[in-house]
């Protein structure tokens, strides 16, 4: 059971990472230092591909703002990609489409 639970926020350059797996309050912890830490190195863009993330409460989307947020702070601008359906369905919900750049 706790493989299912795994999320993996994996570099794929200093200005690429994608995320996979299951964004809850079992896996955001971990995920927003190691987030952090690859903000702070990216120069000045940052994308992150959702194609992989098979799962995300409301804790999840907390934690793409907070990497906007550390990012913008650092002057890095974040973009994320090909985020599922069910996020895209919150994000805009939610009315922080405009904050994701989704409009």
């Known amino acids: 059971m706790k493989?299912?639970?795994?999320?993996k926020l994996i570099a794929i350059s200093p200005q690429q990472a994608?995320?996979?797996?299951?964004?809850d309050r079992l896996t955001?912890?971990?995920?927003?230092?190691?987030g952090r830490r690859l903000i702070?190195?990216?120069?000045?863009?940052?994308?992150?591909?959702?194609a992989e993330v098979n799962?995300?409460?409301?804790?999840?989307?907390?934690?793409?703002l907070d990497w906007l947020r550390y990012g913008q702070g650092k002057n890095v601008t974040l973009e994320f990609l090909n985020?599922?359906?069910?996020?895209?369905d919150v994000i805009e919900f939610s009315g922080l489409a405009e904050v994701f750049k989704l409009n």
């Not at 994608?18 to 964004?23: D, E, H, I, V, W």
């Not at 702070?40 to 959702?50: I, N, R, T």
Request: aromatic share 2%; hydrophobic share 45%; charged share 15%.
């Open 55 to 64: 799962h995300s409460s409301s804790v999840g989307i907390a934690l793409l």
């Open 3 to 7: 493989n299912a639970m795994n999320a």
């Open 28 to 34: 955001a912890k971990e995920l927003l230092q190691q």
């Open 40 to 50: 702070a190195k990216a120069g000045s863009q940052w994308q992150v591909d959702l």
């Open 83 to 88: 985020v599922p359906d069910k996020m895209l």
């Open 18 to 23: 994608q995320l996979s797996g299951r964004l």
